[in-house]
């Protein structure tokens, strides 16, 4: 298990199409202004005018001042035909990483070696941690048995098809995908007779250990009434994970929304990131030790 340069990259390129098509339609609804020329003159009093050259015209003609409709169409139009050069040079460049990568997976290493060293398959069976995939399936087998929860609330479709309820999970997926995390989406646990779903679980690769992720997204609401009775929910069942033994940053792990319940994804895949890493060498924790 480790950082997937591959699924980085394919999931940037994928979103280069998507913002492609989109600004590709914004330019397409302004194609009147393809050839436009402006021509900003600064006028008394700081003002600023703009004149158009307009095809098949040598003479700039008088437009009119910022706010003027040709003027901001004029200037879109620019923009956006920017925009879609740098996404496709953007493109170019992922397209040409993605033909030539190669994966460092065993199985594909041992293809590339010559036959006196190619690797038996159970040691290669040991090189590579199937156990994670054995977590996996048993994760999904045990969550297989359960009703769907509150299907209606499963507004949001996450780059792999799987449904959650917000764009904030959704973009947690995305990060679990890049660095390679097992993940299933609301496995639940049986505490005290109740139903628990967390908004994730995830495996430990490293240590072999389950940890919850759950995302607070109102923890900062605006509304006072509101943002007490999210946290007062959110902080009982912290309480109920204590009980199967989950504890705060430790293997539950916790995500926050501002106060506009803005998700920040690099704050988030820095903090995934550090799940992908290994821990400490023996080495170091003998130096952490001796504080």
């Given at each position: ?5 591959k ?54 003609v ?26 496709e040079s ?12 190669q ?106 250990e ?21 946290r ?24 926050y ?6 998700l ?28």
């Amino acid at each position: 298990m480790r950082y997937s340069c591959k699924k980085s990259v394919e999931y940037d390129l994928m979103m280069h199409y998507k913002l492609h098509d989109q600004y590709s339609e914004e330019l397409k609804s302004r194609s009147l202004y393809e050839d436009c020329f402006l021509k900003k003159i600064n006028g008394k009093e700081g003002h600023s005018y703009y004149c158009v050259k307009m095809p098949e015209s040598d003479k700039y003609v008088y437009r009119g001042k910022e706010e003027d409709e040709d003027i901001i169409l004029a200037k879109e139009y620019a923009f956006y035909k920017k925009v879609i050069e740098v996404i496709e040079s953007n493109i170019e460049v992922m397209e040409d990483f993605l033909r030539v990568y190669q994966n460092t997976h065993a199985e594909h290493i041992n293809e590339l070696l010559k036959r006196a060293y190619s690797i038996s398959r159970p040691q290669l069976l040991r090189l590579e941690n199937r156990a994670a995939d054995e977590w996996l399936n048993e994760m999904k087998r045990k969550k297989s048995k359960f009703p769907v929860f509150d299907e209606a609330g499963l507004t949001v479709t996450a780059f792999d098809g799987t449904k959650v309820r917000s764009r904030a999970e959704a973009l947690h997926l995305v990060g679990f995908y890049i660095y390679d995390i097992p993940v299933v989406f609301e496995y639940p646990y049986k505490i005290d007779g109740e139903i628990y779903r967390p908004d994730f679980s995830t495996l430990d690769v490293f240590q072999m250990e389950t940890k919850i992720w759950e995302h607070l997204g109102n923890w900062f609401h605006t509304n006072e009434v509101k943002r007490n009775n999210y946290r007062r929910e959110a902080i009982q069942k912290m309480d109920a994970y204590l009980q199967i033994g989950f504890y705060p940053e430790s293997n539950l792990l916790l995500t926050y929304g501002s106060k506009e319940n803005i998700l920040d994804i690099q704050a988030l895949f820095r903090k995934i990131s550090m799940l992908a890493a290994p821990p400490p060498d023996e080495e170091t924790l003998a130096i952490l030790k001796r504080y």
